[in-house]
Nanobody
Framework: VQLQASGGGLVQAGGSLRLSCAASGSMLRIVSMGWYRQAPGKQRELVAGFTIDGNENYADSVKGRFTISRDNAKNTVYLQMNSLRPEDTAVYYC??????????????WGQGTQVTVSS
């Protein structure tokens, strides 16, 4: 299973970006999906995700500004980021928990996409 993330870039504060992450390969079902980010010198943190029961959860710092969505038919998760702030600058990673067989599930990470917000 491979995850391909895209959509990062440079944007001014207040602007918007949309990230995409598509999964490919042999899999039975995607159990959960999420976006994480890691800023220089900081730990990787959860930004937004779908839990195993399908509920959405967001970091407090992005609530009301970011929206996670998915297209199950395309095995793709999206992150719409509005009202971006300089503190949102980070490398963004997608993560999926994938059921690869009836008895095996694994976590997969995308390669990371840089988001830079200028003030």
């Amino acid at each position: 299973v491979q995850l391909q993330a895209s959509g990062g870039g440079l944007v001014q504060a207040g602007g918007s970006l949309r990230l995409s992450c598509a999964a490919s390969g042999s899999m039975l079902r995607i159990v959960s999906m999420g976006w994480y980010r890691q800023a220089p010198g900081k730990q990787r943190e959860l930004v937004a995700g779908f839990t195993i029961d399908g509920n959405e959860n967001y970091a407090d710092s992005v609530k009301g500004r970011f929206t996670i969505s998915r297209d199950n038919a395309k095995n793709t998760v999206y992150l719409q980021m509005n009202s971006l702030r300089p503190e949102d600058t980070a490398v963004y990673y997608c993560k999926m928990d994938v059921l690869v067989s009836a008895f095996s599930a694994s976590d997969y990470w995308g390669q990371g996409t840089q988001v830079t917000v200028s003030s």
